[in-house]
């Protein structure tokens, strides 16, 4: 054997390349998504084969140029540090991938060597530890309840109604009585969110209040929760190249459903790709793009042979609407429950979110953003598993926040 794949920085990027191994083949990340190309089997590299055959140049496989910042990566796998969870990181005007970290990670350099008694021990050893290594929880794997991020959802559905307006006076009491249930649904503090038990719609996303996005759930309906998401990308069978599951808001939903979906409960489950896709479709006036983490491909002389162009993948809400929610994000950022995602001199628009899962267990912390609020250059989205290294006492502003802050800072100040 003449060569073998050596993976420089290999955890840090473990699940975008993936790995190659004699053994057990291309698999994971671009290496199973693209081994066509890598190789050199494309249809892609017919030409370059026939012209190497000519030649006698020995055939060769194509490169890929990805679109991921490597401070921006480096940042997110810094941050996340030893806790478990993702990081997507997007450009809202292109739907480029600027960073996609997934926690725990491994090292794909140990499953390519040539000493197949030591690969096949990498190999075991990785498919029995603990927390999956393997799976890219970026965009596969088990999805989450995306909490009180989805109630950016809602409020898109709200305001595309004609409805509601980001003054909009609506019911926020300290419970919220569910129909066909015994069991309240309360605001996290247990008070009301505002005086006389009603807020206005731009205070309820301020301060996350959960009465108040249930009574839009009830009220807007299933069918248009589900419909605003499905604008968003949620459903879609997308490919970056790698295959994303697709996100989801349950078929079924009765009343009670509704105002827990409405908050991002029950069963609405999502890939924190989608996330960030919502917070960049808000950036980007509305549209969501496509998206994508090669920016070309080259052949073996490095001539650029294909070119990814920026696609629209939808019209998720309207430009005023996409004004509205920006200045909605940004109070959220300035004095509500994201305040530790403020970066000074730079305005960012976010939305919290603390999703529980398991009965009296910690629950899982989130945070989407974009910034600048005012020319959006990246959008983010940051999961952390189980409330990380804050356990029972973890909130997305408090723990997942902070995250987003460092990647985001990583592209704007570098």
Not at 193 to 221: Q, R, V
Not at 260 to 278: C, E, H, K, N, S
Request: net charge neutral; glycine share 10%.
């Amino acid at each position: 054997l003449k060569y073998v794949r050596v993976y420089p920085s290999g955890k840090l990027y473990s699940q975008v390349t993936g790995y190659y191994s004699f053994t057990y083949g291309a698999g994971g990340g671009l290496e199973g998504a693209e081994d066509s190309l890598l190789s050199g089997k494309s249809d892609k590299l017919f030409y370059r084969r026939v012209l190497d055959m000519v030649t006698g140049k020995v055939p060769s496989g194509a490169s890929l140029e990805l679109t991921v910042n490597p401070e921006a990566q480096q940042a997110a796998d810094s941050a996340l540090g030893r806790q478990r969870g993702a990081v997507v990181a997007l450009d809202p005007r292109t739907g480029a991938i600027l960073a996609m970290v997934s926690h725990p990670q491994y090292d794909p350099t140990t499953l390519s060597g040539h000493n197949l008694d030591s690969v096949a021990k990498a190999w075991t050893k990785l498919n029995a530890a603990p927390g999956r290594p393997a799976v890219n929880r970026a965009i596969a794997g088990d999805l989450y309840p995306p909490g009180s991020t989805f109630k950016l959802v809602t409020a898109a559905a709200a305001l595309s109604s004609g409805k509601f307006t980001e003054q909009s006076l609506i019911p926020g009491a300290a419970s919220l009585d569910l129909p066909q249930s015994n069991k309240p649904l309360p605001t996290d503090d247990r008070q009301p969110c505002g005086p006389g038990d009603k807020t206005t719609l731009t205070h309820a996303l301020e301060i996350s209040c959960n009465t108040a996005f249930g009574w839009l759930g009830m009220h807007l309906g299933a069918d248009a929760l589900r419909a605003q998401a499905a604008k968003f990308g949620f459903g879609d069978a997308l490919r970056v190249p790698m295959r994303v599951t697709a996100s989801q808001v349950p078929a079924q939903l009765n009343a009670a459903q509704s105002a827990q979906a409405a908050i991002g409960q029950y069963d609405v489950r999502v890939t924190p790709l989608q996330m960030a896709m919502v917070s960049a479709g808000i950036a980007n006036k509305g549209i969501v793009m496509s998206p994508y983490l090669v920016k070309d491909t080259r052949n073996s002389d490095l001539d650029i042979i294909d070119q990814s162009k920026p696609e629209q993948l939808s019209q998720a809400i309207s430009p005023d609407v996409a004004a509205a929610l920006t200045r909605m994000m940004v109070n959220v950022v300035q004095s509500g429950t994201g305040t530790p995602a403020q970066i000074p001199g730079i305005q960012v628009a976010g939305k919290t979110g603390t999703a529980q899962h398991i009965e009296d267990g910690p629950p899982h912390a989130w945070f989407t953003a974009f910034a600048p609020a005012d020319d959006p250059k990246i959008a983010v989205a940051v999961v952390i598993e189980n409330g990380g290294d804050a356990g029972n006492e973890a909130t997305g502003g408090k723990v997942a926040a902070p995250i987003a802050r460092q990647v985001i800072e990583a592209v704007l100040n570098p």
